[in-house]
């Protein structure tokens, strides 16, 4: 018994890339923009409510579906932000994050040998999940167009489709490229779910984070004709009220697709965050200004920084949204974005990860960097000062 006990639909799975550019963060002394979570907390009142919440004996196992409070909250904000109106007792199920309720998803909905049509580069999560399931994974490629901004071809998104994919798999806002997919985007996407009969999963983590300047807003693709029959919609707390640390997500849709996710998760965590449901209910009922304040205070950040990256020499590609900005090393003198991120904490004292390796064509994505900006401004400020390094270098 000497060879490796793991399975081998997971061995092309090793540690992420995180985990090596943290821990290269600590042993530089470097500034870590390289793993996208906030460093300040959340609403007071969120935080107040679970406190209270432990306290006051919210500590056994709330339902499987999670508590009926948050259900009921995450049903009025999705009416409230996206005009989509959802039953909390059928169409609402709270999952541990949203990462939990994308395994849970692909693993209901995949036999093995399925496919699911997703865009690269992709969530490192999607991946392994789809894996795990025994499906394969159909990627269709993100590439930097005229203004640098994210598109795809056509003609490879409908390759893509064919008698055996069960599932779309939609990230939008999009993390890492920073893309918010067009309503002509989704609606060709729409077209295909229905001419092949396919679900989709979507995952709208960042929908509170579209900055004023995107070229359109968010549409959630269940909104489309046609799309709420057949679309499980995926968002969660940690990344709309910065608790990253909490994993309180949820799965919506049509009754059938959501009792076909409990039925998977029951056996996956069961429950989680008894304590944090009740606060997280609190916080989805935030007066509008929260919302528009957070994406204000990050759209700051994102210009701070991108200053510092151009004024740096890098070719930045538009962030629409999420916490991310992508950079193009090329007319920096990179060739190889793993190679670029490895040395920049020696060179400057930043921390940055390689986009490459969430992609399938690898050659798409080697030239290619990704910074998160979700940290005080002090830190973004202090980080552009370091970046400016490069151009003296
Ligand atoms: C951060 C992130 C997640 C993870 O959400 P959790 O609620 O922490 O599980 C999922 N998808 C995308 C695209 C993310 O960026």
Same mark, same amino acid.
């Given at each position: ?127 392994? %999940?789809?894996? *795990? ?54 609606? *060709? ?52 009220? %910065? ?12 009754? %059938? ?40 205070? *990050? ?95």
């Amino acid at each position: 018994m000497t060879s490796d006990p793991l399975v081998e639909r997971m061995r092309p799975f090793g540690t992420t890339i995180f985990t090596e550019m943290s821990a290269l963060a600590v042993r530089t002394g470097s500034i870590n923009l390289g793993q996208g979570f906030p460093d300040t907390d959340g609403p007071a009142e969120m935080l107040d409510a679970a406190a209270r919440a432990l306290r006051e004996g919210a500590n056994q196992y709330p339902p499987l579906p999670g508590i009926a409070a948050l259900r009921q909250a995450v049903a009025a904000h999705e009416q409230r932000f996206w005009g989509l109106s959802r039953d909390p007792d059928s169409e609402i199920v709270v999952t541990a994050g949203a990462t939990e309720a994308v395994a849970a998803a692909i693993l209901a909905l995949c036999e093995p040998g399925d496919e699911v049509v997703c865009f690269e580069p992709y969530y490192d999560s999607y991946a392994a %999940s789809i894996s *795990l399931a025994g499906a394969v994974r159909r990627p269709v490629t993100l590439r930097p167009g005229p203004g640098g901004r994210y598109g795809f071809d056509e003609d490879q998104l409908r390759a893509a489709f064919g008698p055996r994919t069960r599932l779309v798999l939609l990230n939008s806002p999009h993390n890492p490229t920073g893309k918010v997919f067009t309503r002509a985007e989704l609606t *060709l996407i729409a077209d295909l779910c229905q001419e092949y009969g396919t679900y989709a999963v979507t995952d709208e983590v960042y929908e509170h984070l579209v900055f004023t300047d995107a070229a359109e807003p968010h549409v959630p693709l269940a909104s489309l004709p046609g799309m709420r029959e057949r679309t499980l919609r995926i968002s969660s707390a940690g990344k709309t009220f %910065s608790c990253t640390g909490w994993k309180v997500g949820w799965a919506t849709g049509p009754a %059938s697709l959501v009792s076909a996710v409990m039925r998977v998760k029951q056996f996956l965590t069961f429950v989680n965050a008894g304590p944090l449901q009740p606060a997280v209910a609190v916080a989805l009922g935030l007066p509008d200004d929260y919302f528009t304040g957070f994406r204000a205070a *990050l759209q700051a950040r994102r210009d701070r920084l991108v200053t510092g990256l151009t004024e740096a020499g890098f070719d930045v590609q538009p962030s629409e949204g999420t916490y991310f900005v992508t950079a193009d090393i090329t007319r920096s003198g990179g060739t190889s974005g793993i190679e670029f991120c490895r040395a920049l904490p020696e060179r400057c004292g930043v921390v940055a990860v390689p986009t490459e390796v969430f992609y399938d064509d690898k050659a798409a994505g080697r030239h290619l960097i990704r910074f998160a900006f979700c940290k005080r401004e002090e830190v973004i400020e202090e980080a552009a000062r370091r970046l400016a390094k490069l151009k003296q270098s």
